[in-house]
């Protein structure tokens, strides 16, 4: 039985050195992903804003696939962060694995800016291969979609290799078989079909089984293991949990896919069949609420018992925002999902403001946090620190951010209510309908509070950088004074 895993294996290790690039460009892109939405709020408020300078679908274009892109990014990050500490052994084939991550910077680099510089024009085979392939959140053109898959084998390698290599931990196991799904689902979303209802039926197929079934395992490997760090939680404790996660998320994300089914014609049976599976979704999330809870709440319970002042919380940033995720996921995705998610309810929210508002919370709340968590993780390795207390800086980042995009899932709420009420039940949702809807004063006021809130959350993301940039320097020199003292 594993009982302790050392704590800075960093000095040495060029995987999670590697971990390190990956996360800082993951948080260059969430800047840029923030800067994108900030765009496209401002568009909603003053629609003449960058008026054929910038177009909004370009802006929205790159502000939800620089989200997927910067989760990905922070999620192999993270997982070029574990691999030593769960196996026991430098990564395998890791020259490799750096020469990986250049390509994909390179070719994500060249992808955005033909975003940006080809705006609009025709659809053609060829855009499908240059420019852009015109799937929600997996628009990469195809040389690039090619591109990832290549260097995802080599991320898939390296992984694979070194755990047949190394210890065999629970949280491995999980995490070697989940990626290998994460990775395969990507090809659902590589053909393309004349037929658009074939097309959405394998594009849900992405993006549905990603972030609501192995995304979702993903990050309830990444909290065991992160438990483990922080608050020396029992590995029996977090890996039984995670066996039970990873049985309930299969269990109800994957028929839940039936919520995508409805408007996209599919057979009819796909409305029974997602009502039930996706209704069922909340179970597993509350069993990742309560897994973080409960660990915790029993690190307290023992440390009492023992007469002690409580758990020490090795890195209290990472905890903190580890937290915040067992939160979010149940509250974005678990009631925000749910509220929408049966067809008799769908019928009138289908496409609304209030899916904008699920999908900010459940993207937070379920990934931005805990991705955010595993940063200050490394680089509490990367300085060596035994203690990595949180600073006004990290204390301010997590409240602005959290609070501001709390604010904007409210905001979006109202407007997709009133949308509800006028666009759909009285106006019988037709296209009239949506501009008539549009022009109300609660949407409107609505889409600037959206607008407010989403300044709050970009000052609160500068001083998330600020803090991640700084907090290591401090704290460890810190640690020295206390030491010399
Ligand atoms: C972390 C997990 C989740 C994330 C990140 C997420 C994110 C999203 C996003 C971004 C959309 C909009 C897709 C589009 O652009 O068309 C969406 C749609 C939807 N989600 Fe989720 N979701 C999650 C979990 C859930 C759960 C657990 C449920 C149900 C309990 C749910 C129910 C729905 C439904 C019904 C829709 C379709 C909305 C419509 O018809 O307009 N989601 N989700
Ligand atoms: C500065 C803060 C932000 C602003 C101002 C902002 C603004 C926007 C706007 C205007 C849209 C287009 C909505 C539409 O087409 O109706 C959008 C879509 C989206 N944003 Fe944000 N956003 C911000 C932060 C975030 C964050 C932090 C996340 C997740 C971690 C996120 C995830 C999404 C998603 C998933 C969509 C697509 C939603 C859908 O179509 O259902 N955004 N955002
Ligand atoms: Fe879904």
Redesign the pocket.
């Known amino acids: 039985m594993l009982t302790s895993i050392k704590t800075n294996q960093f000095e040495g290790s060029e995987s999670k050195k590697l971990a390190m690039m990956y996360f800082r460009v993951a948080i260059i892109l969430f800047g840029a992903q923030l800067l994108m939405g900030l765009i496209a709020a401002i568009q909603f408020v003053y629609p003449g804003f960058l008026f054929e300078i910038f177009d909004f679908s370009v802006a929205r274009m790159v502000h939800i696939n620089a989200l997927v892109v910067w989760m990905l990014y922070a999620m192999i990050g993270s997982v070029y962060l574990m691999l030593p500490d769960e196996t026991g052994i430098e990564t395998v084939g890791i020259g490799l694995g750096k020469l990986a991550f250049w390509v994909l910077t390179a070719a994500v680099t060249v992808v955005v800016l033909v975003y940006i510089l080809i705006q609009v024009g025709p659809g053609t085979e060829s855009t499908i291969w240059l420019i852009n392939e015109g799937r929600?959140?997996l628009e990469a053109p195809r040389w690039a979609d090619i591109g990832i898959v290549v260097v995802v084998l080599i991320f898939y390698w390296n992984v694979f290799a070194t755990y047949m290599k190394g210890r065999k931990t629970g949280i491995m196991t999980v995490m070697v078989a989940d990626l290998m799904a994460l990775a395969g689902l990507y090809l659902a979303g590589m053909f393309f079909t004349d037929n658009i209802s074939m097309d959405q039926f394998w594009w849900w197929w992405v993006?549905h089984l990603w972030?609501?079934a192995t995304?979702?395992v993903f990050v309830g490997a990444l909290a065991a293991y992160a438990l483990i760090k922080i608050i020396n939680a029992k590995r029996e404790i977090v890996e039984m949990w995670l066996w039970i996660e990873v049985l309930m998320l299969f269990g109800s994300g994957i028929l839940?896919l039936g919520?995508?089914y409805?408007?996209i014609g599919t057979p009819e049976y796909w409305w029974e069949i997602g009502a039930l599976f996706?209704?069922l979704?909340?179970v597993p999330?509350v069993a990742m609420f309560v897994h973080v809870l409960y660990d915790w709440g029993k690190e307290q319970g023992i440390a009492k018992a023992k007469g002690e002042a409580g758990a020490v919380v090795k890195n209290g940033p990472a905890m903190a925002w580890i937290v915040t995720n067992a939160f979010g996921?149940f509250l974005?995705?678990?009631i925000w999902?749910?509220f929408?998610?049966l067809p008799q309810v769908?019928i009138y929210?289908?496409?609304?403001q209030?899916?904008a508002a699920?999908?900010h919370l459940?993207?937070f709340?379920?990934?931005a946090t805990i991705l955010i968590g595993m940063m200050y993780l490394g680089i509490q390795e990367a300085y060596g620190i035994k203690q990595l207390r949180a600073t006004f800086k990290s204390k301010m980042a997590i409240f602005l951010i959290t609070f501001g995009v709390l604010g904007m899932t409210v905001a979006l709420t109202i407007a997709g209510y009133e949308q509800v009420l006028v666009e759909r039940a009285e106006l019988g949702a037709g296209w009239n309908a949506f501009f008539a809807a549009q022009d109300l004063p609660w949407y409107v006021q609505a889409q600037a509070w959206r607008l407010i809130m989403g300044v709050i959350t970009f000052v609160g993301f500068i001083y998330l950088v600020w803090d991640l940039l700084t907090i290591g320097k401090v704290e460890q020199a810190e640690e020295a004074m206390v030491a010399t003292a």
């Open positions: 929600e959140y993006i972030v609501e995304w979702e839940g919520h995508h409805f408007w996706s209704a979704e909340p999330l996921n974005g995705a678990g999902g749910f929408h998610t769908n929210t289908h496409g609304t209030f899916t699920h999908g459940a993207f709340g379920a990934y």
